[in-house]
């Protein structure tokens, strides 16, 4: 069983930056690619950014490429979302995400979740 628990979200200026955490409980973390989603009030919940087991491979939704990077420590049970050139359009609640591997996260089949922490951006 794994537990996620983020941190980070908060109100921001647009073109300002955010950083989120997530910090995973269990000794499994590095067994389960990584990942964050956002669901804007009145809309589905989206993929944002994926991360592999080892790190190694990225992705990220076309709408965040070039602006957000996302991260993982294995050694600290951690995952980061660094989000930079902010737009009222990212406002979200942002959810951290556990799975088999990012494309299976992708596709919906998601077998850890966060609480999700509310991002704001002000235009």
């Known amino acids: 069983q794994v537990q996620l628990v983020e941190s980070g979200g908060g109100l921001v200026q647009a073109g300002g930056s955010l950083r989120l955490s997530c910090a995973a409980s269990?000794?499994?973390?590095?067994?389960?690619?990584m990942g964050w989603f956002r669901q804007a009030p009145g809309k589905e919940r989206e993929f944002v950014a994926g991360i592999s087991r080892s790190g190694s491979s990225t992705y990220y939704a076309d709408s965040v490429k070039g602006r957000f990077t996302i991260s993982r420590d294995n050694a600290k049970n951690t995952v980061r979302l660094q989000m930079n050139s902010l737009k009222p359009e990212d406002t979200a609640v942002y959810y951290c995400?556990?799975?088999?591997?990012?494309?299976?996260?992708?596709?919906?089949?998601?077998?850890?979740w966060g609480q999700g922490t509310q991002v704001t951006v002000s235009s």
């Open positions: 269990g000794r499994t973390f590095s067994s389960y690619a």
């Open positions: 995400a556990g799975g088999v591997t990012v494309a299976t996260m992708r596709d919906r089949r998601v077998d850890y």
